[in-house]
């Protein structure tokens, strides 16, 4: 779980330790964020591959906080599939 990414548009890409901490301190992560009534949904970038075991990396992120579904996360390889992420969680959250 050590593997380090950068985005380079919307496509990740591997870096080393200090390209990746330069590119982070200033790094906008978002993906997308949807906030309604007091919940919120957040898909971001994580930098940081969060698979564990064999598989794609898990580098993207998304949560909801408040409601029915606090705390629900999902993790994804691409940005595509964190956007459509993102639209379920909100689907799931009901802030569409």
């Given amino acids: 779980m050590s593997d380090k990414y ?6 990740a890409v591997k870096a080393d330790l200090k390209s990746w901490a330069k590119w982070y301190e ?23 591959n969060h698979q564990w075991g064999d598989g794609p990396p898990m580098i993207f992120e998304t949560m909801i906080f408040g409601g ?3 705390q629900y996360q999902e993790r994804y390889s691409t940005w595509d599939e964190a956007e459509a992420g993102h639209k379920k969680a909100c689907e ?3 802030v569409e």
């Fill in 6 to 11: 950068i985005l380079h548009g919307k496509k």
């Fill in 26 to 48: 200033t790094a906008d992560r978002k993906v997308d964020a949807t906030v309604k009534g007091g919940i919120r949904v957040s898909t971001v970038f994580l930098g940081l």
């Fill in 68 to 70: 029915e579904h606090d």
């Fill in 92 to 94: 799931l959250a009901g």
